[in-house]
């Protein structure tokens, strides 16, 4: 057992290892996953052991093939309270994420050669998943306000996507929103031009000042709208537990596959453990516990960014989400800063990751979700002193 979380039985718990995680003393805000104090072990110890407590065989059974119906009402729940909006069990299909549920939609939806839209700048590991599927990638930039919806009419005018891909809500990497009169005009060019909208809304619920507007899953009337949710975000990453809300139609599409056929849910165990994790009322409070932590990290993330980075970057603070966004003057090359970053024992994500097209080199992505208060101030001190050298 050399390897991963075994810190439950010992005094002091060992870090989680995983794939990229930083050496010993560097702050490193590459590193877009929750810090070690917020994955709750304890919490979803109690909803496994009332899970247990109360479990008949026939729940370890294979799973139904849109996902266990108990678990999807205690979701559909939960979503109606946090989106204010109703949500029924029968527009929810139970994925393993928004990872495993974006690739599949691709397998069901689009074949080699199809084209699909992505945002300019977007989340650099859904790159790979087109990339994967053999797919034409065309960036649609985006501003303050999300996709800019009219560069959007335009590039339909030359080419037939089978989808847009987009992250309307606390944008990753640009934290941006995408705004409720745009989501509007976009759900209507989706009718009007036959499109899929993939709404990646990893985010949607981890609002820290205003709440953002309604999430596009909340729209499935008025567009063709296939809207990701996960717990990755809101509960933890090793869960593999999402879902997709959607319209009848498209839930058909949805199930008509041979690994849904011989496999049926996707994860079935894990949906009983966190539907008596609901059912407690574990995830509501876990939910409120995460939005004052990450708020007060955003604020300390966006003073010591204007006491060490003012006139060097630009920025705007994020309203949710995990990411802050940085512009530096056109001349930067962040990818090339990045490799000095080791010296100075920090660490982000540079831009031309993100872009589909090759640019933003003078961005780059800071992520507040994995340090705490004290390592993001020592952090930024070391970036600051890393971009005035
Ligand atoms: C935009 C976006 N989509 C998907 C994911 C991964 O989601 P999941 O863990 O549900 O597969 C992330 C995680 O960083 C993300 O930022």
Redesign the pocket.
């Known amino acids: 057992m050399g390897f991963g979380y075994h810190g439950e039985m010992s005094k002091k718990p060992r870090t989680a290892t995983f794939d990229g995680a930083p050496a010993t003393g560097i702050i490193n805000f590459g590193v877009?996953q929750p810090s070690e104090d917020l994955l709750p072990v304890g919490l979803l110890r109690r909803a496994s052991a009332d899970f247990m407590a109360h479990a008949q065989p026939l729940e370890l059974n294979y799973g139904e093939r849109q996902g266990d119906a108990g678990f999807r009402h205690v979701l559909a729940d939960f979503l109606t309270r946090s989106y204010h909006q109703d949500v029924t069990a029968d527009s929810l299909f139970v994925t393993g994420?928004?990872?495993?549920a974006l690739d599949f939609i691709c397998g069901q939806f689009a074949k080699p050669g199809d084209t699909v839209f992505i945002e300019e700048p977007s989340?650099f590991l859904a790159h790979q998943i087109f990339a994967d599927h053999g797919l034409h990638t065309v960036g649609i930039p985006m501003d303050e306000n999300g996709l800019i919806i009219e560069v959007l009419a335009e590039q339909l005018a030359l080419h037939r996507p089978v989808f847009l891909y987009t992250?309307p809500t606390y944008h990753?990497p640009g934290g941006q929103t995408l705004s409720a009169g745009r989501r509007e005009a976009l759900t209507a060019l989706s009718i009007e031009h036959d499109f899929l909208i993939v709404a990646?809304e990893?985010y949607q619920l981890l609002h820290y000042f205003d709440p953002p507007p309604a999430a596009l899953g909340t729209m499935t009337g008025k567009g063709n709208v296939l809207s990701m949710g996960?717990f990755?975000k809101i509960m933890a990453?090793g869960l593999r537990l999402?879902w997709i809300q959607t319209s009848n139609k498209l839930m058909k599409q949805l199930l008509e596959t041979g690994v849904i056929n011989s496999g049926g849910s996707l994860n079935h165990y894990t949906s009983h453990v966190m539907r008596h994790a609901i059912k407690l009322g574990l995830q509501d409070s876990w939910l409120q516990q995460l939005r004052e932590t990450y708020r007060r990290r955003v604020e300390v993330m966006d003073a010591a960014l204007r006491s060490k980075l003012s006139g060097v970057a630009r920025w705007r603070r994020p309203g949710g989400g995990y990411f802050f966004w940085l512009e530096m003057d056109g001349e930067t090359d962040t990818t090339a800063l990045r490799d000095r970053a080791r010296e100075f024992q920090t660490g982000f994500q540079p831009g031309a990751l993100f872009s589909c097209a090759g640019q933003l080199h003078n961005c780059l992505r800071l992520s507040f979700a994995h340090y705490g208060e004290d390592e993001i101030i020592k952090g930024i001190e070391r970036l600051g002193a890393l971009m005035r050298q």
Request: avoid cysteine.
């Open positions: 877009g994420g928004n990872s495993q989340y992250i990753n990646d990893v996960s990755s990453p999402g």
